[in-house]
Nanobody
């Protein structure tokens, strides 16, 4: 059973930066795509960013484009979310996901809090 391990959340001041990581437990598995969602209290998860594994194409939500960058390390089967110019409204639980053989798998979530 492939699972995903997230890390990198925490507390940061407005304007600061954080980098989230998400590693697939199995190095031999190749996802079709990996990405990040976030969830605000009382709301459904919303799309943040994604990367297609075959060609590296990236996709971003309008609210984070230009501030967040999704990247990968193929050798480690890891996807990163570099978050810059963070705003209080970015405060949420961030989840990574992976499309593996047409099934979506989710990480456990990591809290990001942007506050002074």
């Amino acid at each position: 059973q492939v699972h995903m391990v997230e890390s990198g959340g925490g507390l940061v001041q407005p304007g600061g930066s954080l980098r989230l990581s998400c590693e697939l437990s199995e190095r031999t598995v190749r996802p079709t795509a990996m990405g990040w969602f976030r969830q605000f209290p009382g709301k459904e998860r919303e799309f943040v960013a994604a990367m297609r594994w075959t060609d590296g194409n990236t996709f971003y939500s309008r609210s984070v484009r230009g501030r967040f960058t999704i990247a990968r390390d193929n050798a480690k089967n890891t996807v990163y979310l570099e978050m810059n110019s963070l705003k209080p409204e970015d405060t949420a639980v961030y989840y990574c996901n992976a499309d593996i053989n047409a099934k979506l798998r989710w990480g456990q979530g990591t809290q990001v809090t942007v506050s002074s």
